[in-house]
């Protein structure tokens, strides 16, 4: 099992910046890819970005150039800074880690105000 536990969520005005972060815990040598998702309201849940081991990234392109993941493998920690926030990025945003399953955090609001 692994169990992740997110932070950094806010309000923050247009144009302005986020950190999450997401610690691993539990059997964290059995994860490969940790990443982001998040879903609007009344909207599906979608990819915003995913990192290996051994630091290949993947981005949706709606953030490309503005979103950059890192992980931190000593700490079992994945981040997302998120840089020119705009009110379209309002939304839960949930961490992942891919094991022998698809484990998720509890997600962390992102407001972003126009």
């Known amino acids: 099992q692994v ?4 932070s950094g969520g806010g309000l923050v005005q247009a144009g302005g ?3 999450l972060s997401c610690a691993a815990s539990g059997t964290i040598f059995s994860i490969n890819v940790m990443g982001w998702f998040r ?7 979608e990819f915003v970005a995913g990192i290996t081991t051994v630091g290949t990234t993947t981005y949706a392109d ?3 150039g503005r979103f950059t993941i890192s992980r931190d493998n000593a700490k ?3 981040y997302l800074q998120m840089n020119s926030l ?3 990025d309002t939304a839960v945003y ?3 880690a891919d094991a022998i399953s698809r484990y998720w955090g509890q997600g962390t ?3 972003v105000s126009s």
């Open 86 to 88: 705009k009110p379209d």
């Open 76 to 78: 079992n920690t994945v």
């Open 94 to 96: 949930y961490c992942y």
């Open 109 to 111: 609001q992102v407001t």
């Open 39 to 45: 879903q609007a309201p009344g909207k599906q849940r």
């Open 3 to 6: 169990q992740l536990v997110e």
């Open 17 to 19: 910046s986020l950190r």
């Open 62 to 64: 709606s953030v490309k």
